[in-house]
């Protein structure tokens, strides 16, 4: 295959079968293709395909339709380069459309709520109760046990009557220190 074939020979070749041919075409169009692709897909952060991605489909299903002698009518490379940038265009274009349309719709929890919901309720009472399973009262005694097992006593008997629900002056007094002492420690 000779470097300078013409864009009409290769697409005879690829016709007639030749696979050399196809390779040549594609080396010659695929880095022009995702440059082209990159211009469109470009700042869309996150993407699930490429701009390769794009160039790879687009020289594929070409190659694929001359092969099977499904294509336009191509004279000249310009006629081969319009048809392929409108294809990649139009690729990419459908690339950013699938990747909106597969983004998760997160919604608040005004989308649990009901008709019949009762006035003051929390819609997310209805799905678990407001008081622990026995199971993760357990659990989170024993992680309460523990945390607590690593404070020196005096910190621990302040946080333990902080979580009874005593004041700052009822915490401090039995520990022998001020006020403004238990207020920092706590």
Do not use: Y
Not at 13 to 28: C, P, S, T, Y
Not at 117 to 143: F, K, N, V, W, Y
């Amino acid at each position: 295959m000779q470097p300078d074939d013409s864009i009409t020979q290769l697409i005879e070749k690829i016709k007639a079968g030749d696979e050399e041919a196809a390779h040549v075409l594609w080396n010659r169009c695929f880095p022009q293709l995702v440059r082209l692709a990159h211009g469109k897909l470009a700042d869309r952060g996150t993407r699930m395909a490429d701009e390769e991605d794009v160039a790879i489909r687009v020289l594929d299903s070409f190659i694929r339709a001359v092969a099977g002698d499904c294509s336009p009518d191509l004279r000249d490379r310009s006629g081969l380069w319009r048809l392929l940038s409108v294809t990649t265009f139009r690729e990419a274009v459908d690339r950013i459309r699938d990747e909106q349309r597969q983004k998760p719709r997160v919604q608040g929890e005004s989308c649990t709520l009901d008709n019949g919901s009762q006035a003051g309720t929390h819609p997310m009472d209805r799905i678990c109760g407001r008081d622990p399973t026995p199971g993760l009262a357990a659990m989170l005694g024993e992680s309460c046990e523990r945390l607590l097992g690593r404070l020196e006593p005096d910190l621990r008997t302040m946080v333990v009557r902080r979580l009874e629900g005593r004041t700052n002056r009822e915490i401090a007094r039995p520990c022998s220190c001020s006020l403004p002492t238990g207020e920092r420690h706590m």
